[in-house]
């Protein structure tokens, strides 16, 4: 009988560690910044996965996270970010997969955090930080060595 009931665990093991494949299956473990998740907001919207089209991510409230364009498996063109509240969060440009064009993001007041450009995933030319309050707190150029 004990045998038994040992095998019995040992397949429960199995099993469960077969169906779970090592993935997180807590809602706050999963990392969003991947176009794999397929996990359906309290609404019944679904991330969507796709490798060209327009892509989508949701909150677990059915608010948009993030948006924008895939091509052959990688963002292309404007990507924007939002906040749980619907607020915007950032919009960035994106060629073959890499940040390539203008970069702003805002705090969740609304004000701006940052803008600035990027080539080929790196920063260039001028960028301009600014604090919660819509100062601005500090410019810097990439450009210069």
Known sequence: MRRIAMLFLLCCCMFACRENNGQATD???VQH???TADMPAKDGKKDSVISNGEYIQYYT????????MMKDGKRDGL???????G???SETTFKDGKKDGKTTTWYENEKKRYEGYYTQ???SGKWVFWDEKGNTATE????KK
């Open 61 to 68: 409230n059915g608010v948009i996270k993030m948006r924008g």
């Open 79 to 85: 990507w924007k970010s939002y906040y749980e509240n």
């Open 33 to 35: 910044d991947t176009l």
């Open 27 to 29: 809602a706050a473990a």
């Open 87 to 89: 607020a915007p969060w």
């Open 140 to 143: 810097k150029n990439y450009d």
């Open 121 to 123: 995933d790196l920063e």
